[in-house]
Every structure is written in C-alpha cells, then in structure tokens.
C-alpha cells in the first residue's frame, strides 16, 4: 500500500471538510462520522505515480495548507485512528471508522458538502483525475472500482447563515475562505496578444470573451479558468477583467487607480460560491458580481463596470476579425488542454454555501442579470433568445434588453448608454440579489 496515496485521499476528504469550516467558532459543531474502506491501488499505480501532478506548485500548495489547517482548533479530531492514519500507518483492506467535529461557522454547508458530495463513491478515476488529470479511462480496472466511502453523515445540529446588521456586513460574514492561500490561482499581470491568424489552440465553438475596445481583445475561457483576473490597460484605462469559472461570470472593472499602481488577485475566498478578488495596495475584498468592496479599508467603494460579451470562437472571429487573442504566454504557464471543470455544470452540484437559495430555476440556467439605480432584475437568456427584445423598467427608468444573434450576446441599453448586465447562472445571481425581479417569458 502507497503511504503516500493513503495520505492523499484522506487529505481530499478532510479538505471538503476544512473548507466548510470557518475560522470563527459560532456554533456547536456538526458531528461528522465516515468510514474508509478497502483503499485500492489501480494496477499501473507506479507508471502514473511517477509523472509529476499537473499544476504541481498549486496542488503541493493546496496539500501543505490543508495540512496546516488540520492544526486549526476548530477542527477536533474524535478518532486517534485517523491521526495514525495521517501518520503514515497502513490499514491494509480493514475498514476504519473516523468521525471528527467541525465548527460550521453557523452554515450548513459542511455537511451539505460530505452528504452531496462524498457521499458517493469516489473511484479510483476520480481521484486520478483530481490530483493527475488523467483520463478517467486509463488503466486496467472498472469504472466503478471503489477506493473511498463516505458511508455515515450524522448532523447533530445545524443552522442557516446568520445575517449581521447591513447587508455589507452580512456578505463580509458569509466569505467564506476555501483554504487556498491568495494568488495561489495567479493573476495575468502581463498580458501578451497575438492575431487571430496565429491562434492554433481554440476549437471552433469554444467560449471566449470579449472586450469591444478601439482594437477588440479575445480572452479564452481555457486560459481565464487557470487565472480569473488579468490586469490590462484597455483604450489607455486601467481595466480588470475578471471571471469566477463556479458562476459562469465574466465582469469588467475599472480599477481604483488608474496609474497602474495597484493590480487586482484571487483572494483564496468566494462569496455565494463566486469569485471574491482583493486589491494589491489595500487587501480590500471585492465580490466578483456585487462588485462593492465588503471588507477592508475600501469597504463601500462600488467598482466601475466595463462591459465584456461572452460568445463563441466562431462568432468572435466573424464579428470581430482584426481583434487581439490573449496568448498563452502567460507567465505562469498552465496546461491549457485541460478543464479542471469540465463536469461541474453537467453534474450540476454546488460545493459551497449559498446566502439565498430559489428553486424557480435550475440553478445553472443562464440569465442576464441587469443592475440600475440599486435596483436588480434578471432576464433567463432563452427568452431573450425567443424574443429577440425586451423593454421593462428598473430603478424607475425604461431600458431595454437586445438579443445579438450574431455573438449570442445580450446587450441592455439605457436610452443609448449601455446598462450594467452579464450572463450569470441563476444560483449566483439570486445568492446575491434575493429581492431579484424576474423575466422568463
């Protein structure tokens, strides 16, 4: 038995379990029982353990902070067994029994997560996949071969996130750290371009973004999913253009300054399961769709929006074909290829707690949420897509929602200026903006 892939699954589990919890002891715990069963190798465990993990300073990054985390006193471990686990000692095929205590910091969502989502079996080629990104298919076993089970998940006591007074202090006490340290998912500080004519990696109905400047920027989804923010320098204005691959949102912002003087990174935190950035120069935090600073000294401070449009490879390079394509030359290379979300919309499953949940949606259809005079509505983008155009009022003005069919886009205008919208999946945006107005048909 390989002590180290020992380690790693129990890390997998007991990081799902980290990350439900919060720093701040609120709550009694939730009580959380599994069980580790007959832990298998695939039979060509050695060939595969010797090519080096993809993305091998983020994943070492995530394993150390998960295993500094295991110190932290909201977590109390119930069973010496799991420590000898951690410590090295085989169990061979014997199953062992573990439970430990996780302060919840007043939210469901520990359990939600063990039940959803562990509560499966976790096959050898999901674990593979995660650490590896290998194909789910390599290797002599079956599909179903399972390695690891949580059986048992008994939630003593629970109770739904908590509001403090001010709705910028209930999102500041709901960002919730996922135990990634900041800038481990690197910001594109530099970006580089090149012509349509030298792009050689996108397929033809691939997403991509873009910013519709004096000469058009693409921005990949293949690339943005790795970075989520690039600090750029659009039409001599200081722009970030940011994307939160969990919500399907990709927002523009005018930075704080525009003398280059401070850049925009991934916290390590998300808010209602989105993107939440900081600024270099103060550490404030910003939610990627509220896009107001809800902690440090910035709180209040509502980001300047900067349209981008989502549409496809194929559509951007008819409408737009003398634009730039952000080039993979990023400065922190990535594996490109490869979509470490490729099954998140399909499975459909949300792995992180939500303020406000509304089920008159799936929750990751896609709407266009439209922001005017602190006033919110959302549009479910098939309708657009049905009826090509929409007026309605918001924030006691009239504006009105166009369907671009030539980019797949929506566009809300307000009289000849364009309105504050993005695609976003339901879920994300209702978290945010529960007193949401709503067109479906």
Not at 127 to 155: C, H, N, W
Request: include cysteine; glycine fraction near 6%; charged fraction near 25%.
């Amino acid at each position: 038995m390989d002590r180290r892939y020992l380690t790693l699954v129990v890390l997998m589990l007991v990081s799902t379990i980290i990350y439900a919890s919060s720093l701040n002891s609120k709550t009694e715990p939730i009580n959380l029982e599994f069980r580790v069963i007959d832990v298998k190798l695939p039979e060509n465990y050695d060939r595969i353990a010797k090519k080096p993990p993809r993305q091998t300073d983020f994943t070492n990054v995530t394993i150390e902070y998960m295993i500094i985390n295991l110190g932290n006193s909201t977590v109390k471990f119930d069973d010496i067994r799991i420590i000898s686990y951690f410590g090295g000692f085989e169990l061979g095929s014997e199953a062992v029994d573990g439970s430990f205590s996780v302060d919840p910091g007043e939210s469901v969502s520990g359990s939600q997560i063990v039940r959803e989502y562990w509560g499966e079996v976790l096959t050898i080629e999901r674990f593979m996949d995660f650490f590896y990104g290998l194909d789910a298919k390599a290797g002599s076993r079956t599909p179903s071969e399972p390695i690891l089970l949580v059986s048992q998940v008994y939630v003593i006591k629970s109770e739904i996130i908590k509001a403090s007074s001010g709705y910028l202090g209930d999102l500041a006490e709901n960002v919730f750290s996922t135990g990634i340290p900041a800038d481990s998912i690197p910001s594109i500080d530099n970006p580089k371009y090149i012509s349509i004519d030298k792009v050689d990696f996108l397929t033809i109905n691939e997403r991509v973004y873009v910013v519709e400047s004096e000469v058009p920027r693409i921005y990949p989804r293949r690339i943005m999913l790795w970075h989520e923010i690039v600090n750029d320098n659009i039409d001599g204005k200081e722009i970030a253009v940011t994307y939160c691959p969990l919500t399907e949102t990709v927002i523009g912002y005018e930075k704080l300054k525009q003398d280059n003087s401070t850049t925009f990174g991934t916290s390590g935190s998300l808010l209602n399961s989105n993107l939440v950035f900081y600024d270099r120069e103060t550490d404030s935090l910003w939610p990627q769709i509220h896009g107001t600073a809800v902690w440090g000294t910035q709180t209040g401070v509502e980001l300047e929006w900067y349209p981008v449009v989502s549409t496809t490879w194929r559509k951007a390079i008819k409408v737009y074909p003398d634009a730039l394509v952000l080039s993979t030359d990023t400065g922190n290379p990535r594996d490109y290829t490869y979509d470490p979300y490729r099954t998140y919309e399909a499975r459909g499953r949300l792995m992180f707690p939500l303020m406000n949940r509304d089920d008159r949606l799936n929750g990751m259809d896609i709407v266009v949420g439209v922001k005017n005079n602190n006033m919110t509505i959302a549009i479910v983008k098939d309708h657009l897509r049905d009826v090509k155009e929409i007026t309605f009022d918001l924030g006691g003005e009239a504006l009105k929602a166009v369907y671009d069919e030539a980019l797949d886009a929506v566009r809300v205008y307000n009289g000849d200026k364009l309105a504050q919208s993005f695609d976003v999946y339901w879920f994300g945006w209702y978290a945010y903006y529960p007193e949401t107005g709503l067109i479906s048909e």
